[in-house]
């Protein structure tokens, strides 16, 4: 350890601002920050949770002073090895926020009035039994988020499928994850990754596209620079139209034209092909190619990319053909590539296509299911997995991998559950963009919101406003000052993450368990509780007749294990001993699976090295997937693209972060990133507003020129509620996953004049 003078304190270090925060002695050279330690105080206890932030699930260790949350630091012994954000690092601030919700409201007369929780709640139940009754089961719904508690993501899609008989539940996740998701079902018919973080302690090459990992996943970004400093053959690939940081210690920065990538996926496919990278012995063994509609041959596969030749699609990229062939070359030849993607990928009308590709890539050249070698999605919440993924709390899903429109797969639930057959209606439910529209048309009439603020969230976002306004809203939430309470009827408060107990899911199947640590403020109650009062009041409380955390993943671990995503030996007692644990993991005695689809993974047979055991006939599947352009394209009246995105200050819409004076000195207020030449063309320069506008509206903000934004590309982060972007952010949608396309707006801009 270096000697205290060597320490700087968090506010010093958010100062510094390179983002990651760790307590140990290990060695962060290589990137530009060195060793950084905190200088925490005494507590009382220290009892080890995790992070309530992004799906990297950081382990923590929070420290209770005189009954509060006084103290975060970085868990050593979790898979983060003690290294966490300055997100994280404020959780003890955050956690003790002024202004929180303590008491129920009602709206009357436009105002929110304090009311009893009986009040607060017969009024839900009056809404949703009448609407019920007089629309029928559609005209409700729920809308959740990947920050609600395992427990309560379930319980919530258990009263709606199987209880009232509606699918209209879906939530946050369906704005981040949905492609990823619908893409590694396509691909090995089973939603999760097959690999894990340990991987990127064994690649040799990171092929990172549509991430911004620096920002957006901070001690992911430190193990990949830990790796890259043990073993300087590593080689670093970063596909982005922005020169993030991530870019900026990239071997290759691919800075494709936005929306392009598809082009550049099939053309590394080709390369792969031409010059022999590819393993005929394991395609031939391991993968079936579809065409979108049939299986097709190999050959037809070949003659699929002779159309993404590198001299063909380059000029369109915005690369040369040596760079697409180079990038080609370090994915297929590598002795372990690792590939990581967000929502630069995900965020897109093409982003299961673009998933489907991702995996292929991995697919044609065996690297999979070996150390280092693996498709690995990073995902953006910190339960949009175990919570809302894996208990299928989407509008087309049910637990386990199961779909509403599989009538075997209803049945199957229904079983389990112990409702008549034909309780879950056999309807795929609304997604979260056509739920909001179902508002619009006054199909659905009253929707409960838990733990997401969708007024600020949305694309497109005036429209959905506008939409809520005929809708009764309920909202959950922490604080009352969120985008989304202005639309709510009633708001109930909730308790803060480290004021209840429930399991987070992340990235890579790892299950780990948050215990409560203090009671909530006031009358504050945690979602859990609120959903099993709803239940009750609607006539369902037999049917969630678990009414406790515990005995609620009790059941869930049960009904798991009905499915391939089997964890049934995942007990809150082993939890509460093991820094968490990777399903599948079927008995109480299995330590969890690293990696799936191969030895080891309790699914593959025995005597078998691989077996992508999610298809029938344990073959996983390349996709034959053509590049369709967006419909949102520049034109004359639109010549630029707005992509928005992270930065790694803030948390999502900003309703916690943003309150901690430090984070929001060291973010600064929402702006334009500008390319220095698009800036001169505007005529404008540091600190000029500009009016931006896109076919969806128009917005006013600063400018801030940077070199590290491509010409015709603006960048605006979604944190800040007097800054909302999403008013002006594309709502289309990618046809299988039904997420929208956030990343690709065009837009035209012009320098805003003052009337003083
Ligand atoms: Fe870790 Fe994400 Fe929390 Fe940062 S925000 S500490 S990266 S879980």
């Given at each position: 350890?270096?000697?205290?003078?060597?320490?700087?304190?968090r506010?010093?270090?958010?100062?510094?601002?390179?983002?990651v925060?760790?307590?140990?002695?290990?060695?962060?050279?290589?990137?530009?920050?060195?060793?950084i330690?905190?200088?925490?105080?005494?507590?009382?206890?220290?009892?080890?949770?995790?992070?309530r932030?992004?799906?990297?699930?950081?382990?923590?260790?929070?420290?209770?002073?005189?009954?509060?949350?006084?103290?975060?630091?970085?868990?050593?012994?979790?898979?983060?090895?003690?290294?966490i954000?300055?997100?994280?690092?404020?959780?003890?601030?955050?956690?003790?926020?002024?202004?929180?919700?303590?008491?129920?409201?009602?709206r009357?007369?436009?105002?929110?009035?304090?009311?009893?929780?009986?009040?607060?709640?017969?009024?839900?139940?009056?809404?949703?039994?009448?609407?019920?009754?007089?629309?029928?089961?559609?005209?409700?719904?729920?809308?959740?988020?990947?920050?609600?508690?395992?427990?309560?993501?379930?319980?919530?899609?258990?009263?709606?499928?199987?209880?009232?008989?509606?699918?209209?539940?879906?939530?946050?996740?369906?704005?981040c994850m949905?492609?990823?998701?619908?893409?590694?079902?396509?691909?090995?018919?089973?939603?999760?990754?097959?690999?894990?973080?340990?991987?990127?302690?064994?690649?040799?090459?990171?092929?990172?596209?549509g991430?911004?990992?620096?920002?957006?996943?901070?001690?992911?970004?430190?193990?990949?620079?830990?790796?890259?400093?043990?073993?300087?053959?590593?080689?670093?690939?970063?596909?982005d139209?922005?020169?993030?940081?991530?870019?900026?210690?990239?071997?290759?920065?691919?800075?494709?034209?936005?929306?392009t990538d598809?082009l550049?996926?099939?053309?590394?496919?080709q390369?792969?092909?031409?010059?022999?990278?590819?393993?005929?012995?394991?395609?031939?063994?391991?993968?079936?190619?579809?065409?979108?509609?049939?299986?097709?041959?190999?050959?037809?596969?070949?003659?699929?990319?002779?159309?993404?030749?590198?001299?063909?699609?380059?000029?369109?990229?915005?690369?040369?053909?040596?760079?697409?062939?180079?990038?080609?070359?370090?994915?297929?030849?590598?002795?372990?590539?690792?590939?990581?993607?967000?929502?630069?990928?995900?965020q897109?009308?093409?982003?299961?296509?673009?998933?489907?590709?991702?995996n292929?890539?991995?697919?044609?050249?065996?690297?999979?299911c070996?150390?280092?070698?693996?498709?690995?999605?990073l995902?953006?919440?910190?339960?949009?997995?175990?919570?809302?993924?894996?208990?299928?709390?989407?509008?087309?899903?049910?637990?386990?991998?199961?779909f509403?429109?599989?009538?075997?797969?209803?049945?199957?639930?229904?079983?389990?559950?112990?409702?008549?057959?034909?309780?879950?209606?056999?309807?795929?439910?609304?997604?979260?963009?056509?739920?909001?529209?179902?508002?619009?048309?006054?199909?659905?009439?009253?929707c409960?919101?838990?733990?997401?603020?969708p007024?600020?969230?949305?694309?497109?976002?005036?429209?959905?406003?506008?939409?809520?306004?005929?809708?009764?809203?309920?909202?959950?939430?922490?604080?009352?000052?969120?985008?989304?309470?202005?639309?709510?009827?009633?708001?109930?408060?909730?308790?803060?993450?480290?004021?209840?107990?429930g399991v987070?899911?992340?990235?890579?199947?790892?299950?780990?368990?948050?215990?409560?640590?203090?009671?909530?403020?006031?009358?504050?109650?945690?979602?859990?509780?609120?959903?099993?009062?709803?239940?009750?009041?609607?006539?369902?409380?037999?049917?969630?007749?678990?009414?406790?955390?515990?005995?609620?993943?009790d059941?869930?671990?049960?009904?798991?294990?009905?499915?391939?995503?089997?964890?049934?030996?995942?007990?809150?007692?082993?939890?509460q001993?093991?820094?968490?644990?990777?399903?599948?993991?079927?008995?109480?005695?299995?330590?969890?699976t690293v990696?799936?689809?191969?030895?080891?993974?309790?699914?593959?047979?025995?005597?078998?090295?691989?077996?992508?055991?999610?298809?029938?006939?344990?073959?996983?599947?390349?996709?034959?997937?053509?590049?369709?352009?967006?419909?949102?394209?520049?034109?004359?009246?639109?010549?630029?693209?707005?992509?928005?995105?992270?930065?790694?200050?803030?948390?999502?819409?900003?309703?916690?972060?943003?309150?901690?004076?430090?984070?929001?000195?060291?973010?600064?207020?929402?702006?334009?990133?500008i390319?220095?030449q698009?800036?001169?063309?505007?005529?404008?320069?540091?600190?000029?507003?500009?009016e931006?506008?896109?076919?969806?509206?128009?917005?006013?903000?600063?400018?801030?020129?940077?070199?590290?934004?491509?010409?015709?590309?603006?960048?605006?982060?979604?944190?800040?509620?007097?800054?909302?972007?999403?008013?002006?952010?594309?709502?289309?949608?990618?046809?299988?996953?039904?997420?929208?396309?956030?990343?690709?707006?065009?837009?035209?801009?012009?320098?805003?004049?003052?009337?003083?």
């Amino acid at each position: 350890m270096k000697d205290s003078s060597d320490k700087v304190t968090r506010r010093q270090f958010v100062k510094l601002s390179s983002g990651v925060v760790a307590v140990s002695s290990m060695a962060f050279a290589g990137w530009g920050i060195t060793e950084i330690l905190v200088d925490e105080g005494p507590v009382d206890s220290w009892h080890k949770s995790v992070c309530r932030f992004c799906g990297t699930g950081c382990g923590v260790m929070i420290g209770k002073k005189d009954g509060k949350i006084a103290r975060i630091r970085g868990d050593k012994e979790a898979h983060n090895k003690g290294v966490i954000c300055i997100k994280g690092s404020m959780l003890a601030e955050i956690s003790q926020l002024n202004g929180r919700l303590t008491k129920p409201k009602i709206r009357q007369d436009g105002e929110l009035k304090e009311a009893s929780w009986d009040e607060a709640m017969s009024l839900v139940a009056e809404k949703f039994s009448h609407s019920i009754i007089k629309n029928g089961p559609d005209s409700v719904a729920f809308y959740g988020s990947g920050q609600l508690f395992t427990e309560e993501s379930y319980t919530a899609n258990k009263l709606f499928k199987a209880g009232i008989g509606t699918n209209n539940v879906d939530g946050n996740p369906r704005l981040c994850m949905a492609s990823a998701a619908v893409g590694y079902t396509q691909t090995f018919g089973k939603d999760e990754p097959a690999g894990a973080y340990e991987d990127i302690d064994h690649a040799t090459c990171f092929f990172i596209i549509g991430s911004n990992t620096y920002e957006g996943h901070p001690p992911i970004w430190e193990r990949i620079m830990i790796r890259k400093k043990s073993n300087p053959k590593v080689k670093i690939i970063v596909v982005d139209p922005r020169r993030t940081k991530t870019a900026q210690y990239a071997d290759l920065h691919l800075p494709v034209a936005p929306g392009t990538d598809l082009l550049l996926l099939n053309a590394m496919a080709q390369i792969i092909v031409e010059k022999g990278l590819h393993d005929p012995g394991f395609i031939q063994e391991h993968v079936n190619f579809n065409d979108g509609k049939n299986t097709v041959s190999w050959n037809n596969y070949v003659t699929f990319l002779q159309d993404y030749r590198p001299e063909k699609v380059a000029n369109e990229l915005g690369l040369t053909p040596g760079q697409i062939e180079e990038a080609a070359y370090l994915f297929g030849s590598s002795d372990a590539t690792l590939s990581l993607w967000t929502m630069g990928i995900n965020q897109r009308v093409q982003g299961v296509f673009l998933n489907n590709c991702l995996n292929s890539l991995h697919l044609i050249t065996s690297q999979i299911c070996r150390p280092g070698a693996t498709p690995l999605s990073l995902t953006g919440q910190c339960n949009a997995c175990g919570g809302v993924r894996d208990t299928g709390s989407l509008s087309h899903l049910l637990p386990g991998g199961r779909f509403v429109n599989n009538p075997e797969h209803r049945q199957e639930m229904e079983e389990i559950w112990g409702v008549p057959e034909g309780t879950i209606s056999s309807k795929p439910g609304y997604d979260a963009i056509n739920l909001f529209k179902a508002m619009d048309e006054e199909k659905v009439a009253v929707c409960l919101i838990m733990c997401t603020n969708p007024a600020q969230s949305l694309p497109n976002a005036s429209l959905y406003r506008e939409a809520m306004k005929k809708c009764f809203i309920v909202v959950a939430d922490i604080f009352e000052d969120t985008e989304t309470a202005q639309y709510a009827d009633v708001i109930l408060p909730a308790a803060f993450y480290t004021e209840k107990t429930g399991v987070y899911g992340q990235t890579e199947r790892r299950y780990q368990l948050v215990e409560k640590l203090i009671d909530p403020p006031g009358e504050a109650r945690s979602d859990l509780e609120i959903i099993v009062d709803l239940a009750e009041r609607l006539g369902h409380g037999g049917l969630i007749k678990n009414k406790t955390a515990k005995d609620t993943w009790d059941e869930w671990r049960k009904v798991s294990a009905h499915s391939k995503y089997n964890f049934e030996g995942i007990t809150y007692e082993r939890l509460q001993k093991e820094r968490g644990l990777q399903w599948p993991c079927p008995t109480e005695d299995h330590p969890g699976t690293v990696r799936r689809y191969c030895k080891g993974d309790p699914f593959v047979q025995e005597g078998r090295e691989i077996q992508f055991y999610g298809k029938p006939d344990n073959k996983a599947v390349v996709f034959l997937r053509p590049y369709i352009p967006s419909t949102e394209k520049t034109t004359d009246q639109y010549p630029l693209y707005l992509t928005t995105g992270r930065v790694i200050e803030q948390w999502h819409t900003g309703t916690m972060t943003d309150k901690i004076s430090e984070i929001s000195k060291t973010s600064g207020r929402g702006r334009f990133f500008i390319n220095p030449q698009d800036a001169y063309e505007a005529k404008v320069t540091d600190g000029d507003e500009i009016e931006l506008e896109s076919r969806y509206g128009k917005i006013t903000g600063m400018v801030e020129i940077s070199e590290d934004e491509s010409p015709g590309v603006l960048f605006a982060s979604f944190f800040d509620s007097k800054f909302l972007i999403n008013v002006v952010v594309s709502d289309l949608l990618d046809p299988f996953s039904k997420q929208p396309e956030y990343k690709i707006t065009a837009v035209s801009i012009k320098k805003h004049q003052t009337t003083s």
